[in-house]
């Protein structure tokens, strides 16, 4: 008896699976918008407490330390209950701690909140990009999880357009995450529709119900239901965890969590920090969100650019050479704008380069990991590698205190995804079928 899994990566997407998809770039648009909330909420919280560049900087990043840990806890939590459970118990912890950030009274509430927030936003990344790459052919694949990692910039594009109509509307930056909380948990119904357990991970759990739900979904797939479960896979011993250290992937795990982590110092040093750099140069508010915007209008083409380049060529390659990219507009950020529309064109031009390489990491790290440790392994990659995307707002709020300028702090936050592109060029990386 056929393997449903061969069927599914050989066969053409059915529409159900599409809706999975479609889906699951949702999920990643709403956490696009939600990371970024704080971005465009932050001009309203300095002036209001009060606080220096340094303090900012560390609420800006408390979210992304959730996300850490979140991706490496929950990641693991989707490999053992598996990715439905696990993404509606993320919109649960996303949509509250939302809330929560919105009535916060000071600064300790409020990054509290953000952490707390930012453990579903991180587990959410892992499961959404295991269900992606489980649920979709071989010939789509690369094209199905760059698409969804271009859900991101969607959202925040979306998002930071509403923010920006929100923060001129009440002139409260609580809005922000009181819109946010709304949208987050009215995605829970949507989830439980449209979204089925993978095939892959029953077959690899195998829990009780196994066969009766595999068969549901392949008859809502147009396919024909099984007598009986194909013989389970080889197992491993050791926990997830240690498996991923195990010496056929050791290299594999470490060098792509080098990676995520020099890029994400670069990235979120990028997003974070555009609204307060536009502010401090004297222009208003609504018009640095506005230019965050446009960094993810840039964002979006590049998804849609690498996602659409990966048929045809190197996955790897493409974000390697979207990641140098990334790491010269970001140094041409630092040094050559000074008026709104030339901070717009080059936010859109580093959101290009950045997000792009961002997208087509996903699928890298996505088909790296047999099912087993697929979630696992991208929460443990991301959870690490998120380190990196703390550390750069952080870093960036000390140069900026300690009185650095802006070009030689984007200069030096700009070499993480110069290093990181470097490191993929060198990585043993076959793009092959996922099992």
């Known amino acids: 008896m056929e393997d449903p899994r061969a069927i599914i990566a050989r066969e053409p997407m059915h529409y159900r699976q599409m809706l999975t998809v479609a889906t699951a770039t949702a999920l990643n648009a709403l956490d696009g918008f939600d990371v970024l909330s704080i971005s465009f909420a932050s001009p309203g919280i300095a002036h209001d407490w009060g606080i220096t560049r340094a303090a900012l900087g560390v609420v800006l990043s408390m979210e992304l330390i959730g996300m850490g840990i979140g991706?490496?806890?929950?990641g693991n939590l989707a490999d053992r209950i598996g990715r439905r459970p696990t993404i509606l118990t993320c919109l649960v912890i996303m949509g509250s701690g939302m809330g929560l950030a919105s009535i916060a009274g000071n600064v300790m509430m409020l990054s509290l909140f953000r952490l707390f927030t930012g453990l579903g936003i991180g587990g959410m990344l892992a499961a959404t990009g295991a269900i992606v790459a489980e649920c979709s052919n071989a010939?789509?694949?690369?094209?199905?999880?760059?698409?969804?990692?271009?859900?991101?910039?969607?959202?925040?594009?979306?998002?930071?357009?509403?923010?920006?109509?929100?923060?001129a509307w009440t002139g409260r930056w609580q809005s922000v995450f009181e819109f946010g909380a709304l949208v987050t948990l009215c995605f829970i119904p949507l989830v439980l529709r449209l979204v089925p357990e993978t095939i892959a991970f029953l077959l690899h759990r195998r829990p009780a119900n196994a066969l009766e739900r595999i068969n549901r979904t392949m008859v809502r797939q147009g396919r024909a239901p099984l007598a009986e479960l194909p013989p389970p896979d080889p197992q491993v011993a050791g926990p997830g965890i240690a498996q991923l250290f195990n010496p056929d992937v050791r290299a594999l795990t470490i060098l792509l969590t080098l990676v995520y982590f020099g890029h994400m110092l670069s990235f979120y040093f990028?997003?974070?920090?555009?609204?307060k750099i536009i502010v401090d140069m004297g222009f208003a508010a609504a018009a640095a969100g506005g230019v965050l915007v446009w960094a993810n209008v840039g964002g979006m083409l590049g998804?849609?650019?690498i996602s659409l380049l990966s048929q045809r060529f190197s996955v790897r390659r493409l974000v390697a050479i979207?990641?140098?990219?990334?790491?010269?507009?970001?140094?041409?950020?630092?040094?050559?704008?000074?008026?709104?529309?030339?901070?717009s064109i080059m936010a859109c031009v580093g959101g290009i380069f950045t997000n792009g390489a961002t997208a087509g990491l996903y699928a890298v790290i996505a088909q790296s990991f047999p099912a087993r440790?697929?979630?696992?392994?991208?929460?443990?990659?991301?959870?690490?590698?998120?380190?990196?995307?703390?550390?750069?707002?952080?870093?960036?709020g000390l140069l900026f205190t300690a009185g650095w300028s802006l070009g030689p702090v984007a200069l030096m936050l700009a070499c993480g995804t110069l290093i990181a592109g470097i490191i993929l060029l060198t990585l043993n990386y076959r793009e092959s079928a996922i099992a």
């Open 139 to 167: 010939r789509r694949r690369n094209l199905a999880v760059a698409i969804m990692a271009g859900g991101y910039p969607v959202g925040a594009i979306l998002g930071g357009s509403i923010a920006s109509l929100l923060l």
């Open 303 to 305: 998804s849609l650019g």
């Open 373 to 396: 440790l697929r979630a696992g392994g991208t929460g443990l990659v991301i959870g690490v590698g998120r380190a990196g995307a703390a550390l750069g707002p952080v870093l960036a």
């Open 322 to 343: 979207a990641m140098f990219g990334g790491a010269v507009a970001i140094c041409v950020f630092g040094a050559w704008p000074r008026t709104l529309s030339e901070l």
């Open 270 to 275: 990028f997003v974070k920090w555009i609204p």
């Open 71 to 74: 991706a490496f806890l929950l």
